[in-house]
């Protein structure tokens, strides 16, 4: 709770303010009160809204409940009251308080020491799967064939803020859905992106960022959109997304561009790098890196990015930058999957509700991570690298 106070003083008040769609006349628990039950849900790990009957129930626990958000509640709600508030609730109201959140670590510039190049924030954007049934779930599912067998199934992209310290951070979410039945193609990763980008310049208009991602977005109209919102990107490229252009880096590769040793700790690495190549009526530069691990067979990788690269910045570019891009899958939803948060159980089948949980899922176990991070963080120290 000091940790809390400390770098999110205003958390009571964002959960008092937040709109509560229930009718007055009937209503017992405060919204802030069913929240914080919401949200300790995730960060006890209780793994199921049921358990809320078995572990939320001691007089002690109620206390803290009502210390936590300030109210004065004097029995634990039942977990059906969580699930009838998070069928209502708006999907922006906890949306504002992750960006509240967000907003309140980048005004204290807590946050700027893990730059990039000392002047773009990471942001790592990739989808994963969320829920899957075996029955229709809702007219929104995407469906998928397995062998007789028909999944429904409801994937999510995310956008999370990545630093080499090892935060993951949550910064927008997309439900990848279909609108409507009978449509003629399932919405899809790259559909996704564009909503994605659109709510990620609204939300955040003047931060400099620099977005990292896999090879399913190095074509054209991602380039477009990053063009636009004028943010910078590192791509992985792969021969098979690009045939062309690949063979045009490699050509170009070979007629003038020379190797660039570089240790990285213990493991010798070797960089090359082009800038200057078409993609798409786009000018951009391509960044490669070759490692030898002791004892492991060569590893190679390449990006495609819009920041300009020369000697003094490929190797961050490549080890701080494109690399990074795996926080994101280790750091954020391994983390949300596997390590008590539940982020592919079902906490309501009610099709709003499910996104609400989920969206809890996404951002309180970012938070918690940064929070317990930071009980260890040395006096005196302004922010995280």
């Known amino acids: 709770m000091k940790t809390l106070r400390h770098f999110f003083p205003d958390l009571k008040t964002w959960l008092k303010t937040t709109l509560d769609p229930r009718d007055p006349r009937f209503t017992v628990y405060p919204v802030e009160y069913v929240l914080s039950c919401g949200l300790l849900l995730f960060l006890t790990k209780l793994g199921s809204r049921r358990q809320l009957r078995y572990q939320f129930q001691t007089a002690a626990f109620i206390r803290n409940v009502n210390l936590f958000c300030g109210s004065s509640c004097e029995a634990m709600l039942d977990p059906d009251t969580l699930a009838y508030l998070m069928e209502r609730l708006p999907l922006k109201a906890l949306e504002d308080i992750r960006q509240a959140l967000l907003y309140t670590l980048f005004r204290n510039r807590v946050l700027d020491g893990a730059r990039l190049l000392g002047k773009y924030h990471r942001v790592a954007v990739d989808g994963t799967g969320c829920l899957t049934f075996r029955e229709r ?39 990848i859905e279909n ?39 190095a074509c054209g109209p991602v380039f477009d ?26 050509q170009l590769k070979a007629a003038g561009s020379h190797p660039h040793p570089h240790a990285h700790g213990d493991t010798p690495q070797t ?4 800038n200057g190549v078409d993609f798409s009526g786009h000018s951009v530069n391509v960044l490669e890196c070759q490692e030898q691990v002791p004892g492991k067979e060569p590893r190679r990788f390449v990006w495609v990015t819009g920041l300009p690269v020369d000697e003094a910045n490929a190797a961050e ?69």
């Open 179 to 217: 609108p409507e039945r009978g449509m003629d193609k399932q919405d899809c990763e790259r559909k996704a992106f564009v909503r994605l980008a659109e709510r990620l310049k609204r939300d955040f208009p003047q931060l400099r960022i620099c977005l990292l991602m896999d090879g399913l977005y």
């Open 137 to 175: 779930h809702c007219e929104h599912c995407l469906t998928r064939q397995s062998g007789d067998v028909v999944l429904y199934y409801h994937p999510v992209l995310e956008a999370k803020l990545v630093t080499s310290g090892g935060f993951a951070l949550s910064m927008a979410t997309e439900f």
């Open 317 to 385: 570019l490549g080890n701080q930058g494109g690399r990074l891009r795996w926080k994101i899958e280790n750091e954020g939803f391994n983390v949300q999957k596997n390590n008590g948060y539940e982020m592919e159980h079902a906490y309501s089948r009610h099709g709003h509700a499910a996104k609400n949980f989920g969206s809890s899922a996404e951002f309180v176990g970012d938070f918690l991570w940064f929070l317990a991070l930071s009980v260890c963080m040395p006096p005196g120290r302004r922010g995280w690298r």
């Open 271 to 274: 960089y090359w790098w082009v």
């Open 225 to 250: 959109r990053c063009r636009r919102f004028d943010w910078r990107y590192i791509v992985t490229f792969k021969e098979g997304s690009a045939p062309a252009v690949f063979r045009d880096y490699e």
